[in-house]
Each structure stands twice: as C-alpha cells, then as structure tokens.
C-alpha cells in the first residue's frame, strides 16, 4: 500500500525559503504513469494547487506561485521536494503532497499534510 | 475566488439525497477535461471520492455519484448519513491555467 508522509519546518520567517519532502514508501515514486504533487489549504479555507512533477523531471506550476516555487524529485531517495521562496503570512497553510494518476487527472493518494505556520 | 464555483454549504436529513454542483467554463470542464470529487473530514487530509466524472475507488460505497454536462458537473449523495458530513471539493484542469483547479469547496450538514 503505497503511503506519502511530509516533513519540514513547522515554523518559517517572513522573506525566507519554506522547503518540504514527501517521502514515499510502499512503491516506486519512478512509475511512469503517475505524477507528484503538491496542494496547500490555508486555515478554514479551500484547496490550491501548487504544482506537480512527473519522474522524469518535468514540472507543472501554478501560474500564481511560479515565479517562486521550485518542486524536484530524487528517485534514488524516493522523494518529492517542495521549495518556496519569499514566503509571508499569506503561505501558512496545511502542505500536502498527492499522487496524481496521470496528466489532467485526480490525486488518489495523499499524505497527512503539514502545517507550516509563516511569522517572525 | 475559484476557478470552479460550489455553494459554500448544503444540508440535509439522514436517509435524504443532496447534490453539490461544480460550475467551470470553457478552459476547464466544458473542454472535456475529467472531473474529481473529494471529502475532507474534520481535520483529516482530502480523500478521492469519483474520479474521471463518474468513477468511484475502491472502497467508496455507491451512495456516492458524479455526473458532468457542458461546463458543470455534480455530485449526488443518497441516503444520507452522519458521517457524510464533512467538505466536499471537485477538480479539475484548465488549460488556460495550464494546470490543475478546485473548487471553494461545500460544507455539507446532515
């Protein structure tokens, strides 16, 4: 049974680098039909997606988020990373990573998400 | 604002049936881009519930079903119970946008 678990800091200051790792276990993140990705829920408000990897490297971002965000993948490690620069308080949020079934498809498995709180 | 818009609550009794809508345009469910649907419980991370418009996981009790016409699609619930209450969010991808979308999401009240 394939599981994804999140990691990182739970607290980052305003200006700074918010950096996260799902770590796969159970599978290969290299199954070549499947993407990785990242979705953020602010508190008491809705789903935003980030952005997704496919194994090889290609990326997808959120156009919002583009110019700051940075998703990469170390099959040897079996883990997707998260990198988002410049946060303020308008990036806390719950990060979760999911597994997206293909191109233009659904996530059908998630991890339990990390709160990642922005303050000085 | 979201790319797809739901009603922010819906209710209803135990043993009833509810729908919660999902309307995008034309970049997005009315280019025949698939439609997902997801439940969050209180606290808990989003769970697949229909995939592809109409398809459930395993392990989704066929009380659930999902729909899409045009540039909207729906979620049906029947025979409601308790712990059906929770937060429902469709999704799905805009080529304008070049990427995925959800929807603001529908608290729903039994």
């Known amino acids: 049974q394939l599981q994804l678990q999140e990691s990182g800091p739970g607290l980052v200051k305003p200006s700074e680098t918010l950096s996260l790792t799902c770590t796969v276990s159970?599978?290969?993140?290299?199954?070549?039909?499947?993407?990785g990705g990242w979705i953020r829920q602010p508190p008491g408000k809705g789903l935003e997606w980030i952005g997704s990897?496919?194994?090889?490297?290609?990326?997808y971002y959120n156009p919002s988020l583009k110019s700051r965000v940075t998703i990469s993948v170390d099959t040897s490690k079996n883990q997707v990373s998260l990198r988002l620069s410049s946060v303020t308080a308008a990036d806390t949020a719950v990060y979760y990573c999911?597994?997206?079934?293909?191109?233009?498809?659904?996530?059908?498995?998630w991890g339990q998400g990390t709160m990642v709180t922005v303050s000085s | 604002q979201s790319v797809l818009t739901q009603p922010p609550s819906v209710s209803g009794a135990p043993g009833q049936r509810v729908t919660i809508s999902c309307t995008g345009s034309?970049?997005?469910?009315?280019?025949?881009?698939?439609v997902h649907w997801y439940q969050q419980l209180p606290g808990t991370a989003p769970k697949l519930l229909i995939y592809?418009?109409?398809n459930r996981p395993s392990g989704v009790p066929d009380r659930f079903s999902g729909s899409k016409s045009g540039t909207s699609a729906s979620l049906a619930i029947t025979g409601l119970q308790a712990e059906d209450e929770a937060d429902y969010y469709c999704?799905?991808?805009?080529?304008?946008?070049?990427?995925?979308?959800f929807g603001g999401g529908t608290k729903l009240t039994v």
């Open positions: 999911a597994r997206e079934k293909g191109s233009y498809s659904a996530f059908d498995i």
């Open positions: 159970g599978g290969s993140i290299t199954n070549s039909n499947y993407y």
């Open positions: 990897i496919y194994y090889s490297g290609s990326t």
């Open positions: 034309s970049s997005n469910i009315g280019a025949f881009y698939d």
């Open positions: 592809d418009n109409n």
């Open positions: 999704q799905s991808y805009d080529s304008s946008l070049s990427g995925s979308v």
